[in-house]
């Protein structure tokens, strides 16, 4: 509801024009039902000027569309002049227009109107207008507009239109809401003194299109520059639409100079667009880009980028010339599960050749991976039944020694464990037998393991291997008084293969030819497992002292497992093949180089023995009100492994394993883990069968260990939600090594890790290595983040990368160094933020190349 005004009807003089004849005869007719509301109302008398009434009037018949509009003060009607006058806190509102003002005068014979600030009592202007057209909105010193011809002028207006925001002197608007500024500036700073400016006599802004502008010079903190344009095209398109990528451009002394990220923008459609960018260097190197995002909502979203470059450094004159050339592939795809409730596809592709990231950089994870893995995934779960159906396609690349392995496809079914005789009305009870379960589980593989070079030539199509597993799983449980539970377990397993292998010996070539031979071949093992473990507690406690009590938990656990030789001759899965003159023969699998393997050689009877440890300790703490008790964990794992196979005819003791893990402070975690070996090792390399105890006297010699000890700190702030900077974290989310999170001020992570292995042909070998990395908020507006680290072996300092960032309010300035190393570069680029002016910047690099 509207409030009330003072309705004022100036009746001096009469005017007989057509337009005056309606307007009275309206106001007269309002003005007799104003009386007549005065009088129901239960008023007596009325002031011949003046009466009070709803201020919230319309007026349709000289408009397209009624004019809705109200005043605090007072509403004067000029029935002579056919003039509406508003004071104090005005507004109006016509269709899509909204205006409010102090003082709004309104013509209703030219349907034209005015307005401005108004003085107070005190002389001050107050309540200048502010207008609104749709999303449209703007402050002003003055106003005019006609309703009939929707054209305008306004002075000393202030106005955004999307990201930008255009000051000018003087304003006019046209009927298709362009917009034409006398003597303004554009800028995209909303400070109340805008930081930079791009000063023009002559602005032309289309809303929801672009802003063009004449002659246009910048301004800095209110200094004009020497950078001048002679006109100035910016897109102002809210949503999707296609453009031009402006390039960069640059000098590199190995590549020469060059125009970067250049290309083509295309929105799409709203759920998927592309970007295709290139390269360019003056000395022959170029690299092309294509880039898609894509979004269904409720269905799925994901990316897809392709990459190929071909880099050339020197002259092919030159011992030092060399031609790369490379590709890149990633696709990320994930799938809402709301889309197919028991069904998911997701895709992780991370593919190319290995020197692309070398002669490529973008951030500095991609160089230090030596190790891209890819995986194109479909699963089915059907709801209400226990099985469930998985295919998968992945792959994996190692850049450094070119080997690369890919499955294609592999599949896996499922039936989860069931209980065959357990009742269906339980009644009392559960019996020993109602606890055995049963699965199922088959797997299918076709994969080939080759180098890169290799992957799409002929002869790397026979090099595929592929088999078909099946594995049934029965066990149960069985509780051995209170405080023991055996569990044992048959494990059947059956291969299925299509090829296998055949050696004879060459007499001719003295070697032994390997032949290929098709046909089914089946592959059938077995095995009997039962393990037997309890939990022993310990407790100490103390009546005085900080120190409460101690308490110790150690879980021994006994297994035995028992597997048949399956490497007997009548079952034909081994065969004996001569291997050199004298006539020695060997034995060899069928199965060899199979996907799976084949069954395993040797019978066993292998009792393994396990002992976890957790130690922990309780201390007092004195508080105001009361004692209270603060859990501390020394070793939250202390483990020791081993095992002896009664069935081997030597070295039965297998090699013992000691692994730890604890939480010394908090954000202080130690890692350990050691192999220590009972028997001797020849100085050639040899077990033999004597155990160091009755040798050297001792319980075993340390083969490896491995200590790690990790440091890791972060101190979050809360902040208000800012669109624009989570706009820019979604696009820096795609380049991680320039990333800064603005909500983490500190954080600080260090490893420490020492690897030692021995050998009694090589001698030790320590390795020895120290990394931190981090990032620092210094104020507000300053971040550093830094990775580093130390190889004691080498005596080197590791890849190690500094970056400093800056908030310029409506700039930002970022700083990326590697002082030293094969990827020795600066970055160094100070930018406005808005997208709109992402090619206004400054930028100073120096990559590898010029290093050569």
């Given at each position: ?24 005869s309206y ?128 002075t ?105 990220n ?34 269904w ?30 590709f ?37 994870n ?23 159906l ?8 190692n850049?450094?020694?070119g ?13 989860a ?34 180098k ?56 001719d ?14 592959a ?20 005085r ?84 008790l ?66 050297n ?43 800064f ?40 507006s ?71």
């Amino acid at each position: 509801m509207f409030g009330m005004c003072r309705v004022h009807y100036l009746l001096t003089s009469f005017c007989w024009s057509p337009v005056c004849s309606r307007v009275k005869s309206y106001l007269g007719t309002i003005g007799l039902l104003l009386l007549l509301f005065s009088s129901a109302s239960g008023q007596d008398s009325l002031s011949t000027d003046t009466i009070t009434v709803p201020d919230s009037l319309l007026l349709a018949d000289e408009f397209e569309s009624p004019v809705k509009y109200k005043a605090r003060d007072s509403v004067v009607y000029d029935l002579n002049s056919g003039m509406v006058f508003l004071y104090g806190e005005a507004f109006m509102e016509y269709e899509d227009i909204q205006l409010e003002a102090d003082y709004i005068h309104l013509d209703i014979e030219t349907k034209t109107l005015f307005s401005s600030a108004w003085p107070d009592s005190n002389g001050v202007l107050r309540g200048a207008p502010k207008f609104k057209q749709g999303e449209d909105k703007f402050d002003a010193e003055t106003i005019r507009y006609n309703f009939e011809t929707k054209r305008g002028k306004i002075t000393e207006v202030t106005t955004r239109d999307g990201e930008s925001l255009i000051h000018g002197q003087s304003v006019r608007k046209e009927p298709d809401n362009s917009t034409f500024v006398s003597k303004g500036y554009f800028t995209t700073c909303d400070a109340p003194q805008p930081h930079y400016c791009l000063k023009s006599d002559k602005i032309k802004v289309i809303p929801n299109d672009k802003v063009v502008t004449g002659p246009a010079d910048l301004f800095v903190m209110g200094v004009p520059t020497p950078v001048a344009i002679p006109f100035g095209f910016f897109p102002n398109v809210k949503g999707r639409s296609s453009g031009i990528l402006f390039p960069q451009y640059g000098d590199s002394r190995q590549l020469g100079f060059f125009l970067k990220n250049g290309g083509y923008y295309l929105g799409l459609s709203d759920h998927f667009d592309l970007a295709l960018t290139g390269d360019i260097y003056s000395k022959g190197s170029w690299r092309v880009n294509a880039f898609s995002n894509y979004n269904w909502r409720y269905r799925f979203s994901g990316n897809f980028s392709v990459n190929y470059s071909n880099t050339r450094t020197s002259r092919p004159e030159f011992p030092d010339y060399s031609l790369e050339k490379a590709f890149f592939v990633r696709w990320n795809h994930t799938q809402d599960s709301k889309a197919r409730p028991g069904t998911s596809f997701t895709a992780n592709v991370n593919a190319g050749s290995n020197t692309f990231y070398r002669y490529n950089l973008t951030n500095a994870n991609n160089f230090l991976t030596n190790t891209f893995t890819s995986s194109v995934a479909w699963s089915k779960a059907w709801i209400g039944k226990p099985i469930n159906l998985s295919i998968a396609a992945t792959h994996t690349q190692n850049t450094q020694t070119g080997d690369i392995s890919i499955s294609l496809p592999s599949a896996t079914f499922n039936v989860a464990r069931q209980s065959p005789f357990k009742r269906k009305q339980q009644v009392g009870s559960i019996r020993w037998y109602e606890r055995i379960g049963v699965g199922y589980t088959s797997s299918f593989i076709n994969s080939i393991t080759t180098k890169d070079s290799l992957l799409f030539t002929e002869s790397s199509l026979s090099q595929f291997r592929n088999g078909m597993q099946h594995s049934v799983p029965i066990n149960t449980n069985l509780s051995i008084g209170k405080f023991f539970t055996l569990t044992p377990s048959i494990a059947y397993t059956e291969k299925w293969y299509l090829r296998t292998i055949q050696k004879r010996w060459d007499a001719d070539k003295a070697l032994v030819d390997v032949d290929t031979v098709d046909g089914f071949k089946a592959a059938r093992e077995f095995s009997f497992s039962a393990s037997l473990n309890t939990r022993v507690y310990g407790l100490v406690q103390f009546k005085r002292g900080r120190l409460a009590a101690v308490r110790h938990v150690m879980t021994p656990t006994l297994a035995y497992t028992f597997k048949p030789d399956f490497s007997d001759p009548a079952l034909g899965y081994y065969k004996q093949v001569q291997v050199d003159t004298t006539g020695r023969m060997q034995q060899y699998s069928i199965f060899e180089g199979s996907i799976f393997g084949g069954p395993g050689v040797g019978k066993a009877s292998l009792l393994a023995f396990s002992l976890d440890n957790n130690l922990e300790m309780k201390l007092r703490k004195q508080t105001d009100t009361a004692e209270v008790l603060k859990k501390v964990k020394l070793f939250e794992s202390l483990s020791l492994n081993t095992a002896y196979n009664f069935a081997a005819d030597s070295l039965r003791l297998s090699p013992m394993s000691i692994t730890g893990r604890a939480t010394i402070v908090d954000r202080v975690s130690l890692n350990m883990f050691a192999t220590i070996d009972p028997y001797v090792t020849t100085s050639n390399g040899t077990r033999i069968n004597t155990l160091e105890w009755n040798q050297n006297g001792r319980i075993g010699r340390l083969t490896n260990a491995n200590f790690s000890l990790n440091f890791s700190v972060t101190k979050r702030q809360q902040s208000k939600q800012d669109t624009q900077a989570d706009e820019r974290k979604a696009e820096m989310s795609k380049r991680p090594g320039d990333y800064f999170d603005p909500e983490v001020p500190f954080s600080l992570s260090f490893a420490y890790n020492v690897f030692y292995q021995n050998s009694v042909v090589t001698g030790d070998d320590v390795t020895q290595t120290i990394s931190m990395n981090g990032d620092l908020q210094l104020t507000p507006s300053w971040k550093v983040n830094y990775n580093t680290g130390y190889d004691f072996r080498s005596g080197e300092i590791s890849y190690t990368s500094l970056g400093i960032y800056r908030d310029l309010h409506c700039w930002e300035m970022s700083l990326n160094w590697v002082p030293f190393g094969f990827q020795q570069n600066f970055f160094f680029q100070i930018n406005v933020k808005s997208s709109m002016l992402q090619d206004l910047k400054l930028t100073r690099k120096n990559d590898r190349f010029d290093n050569r």
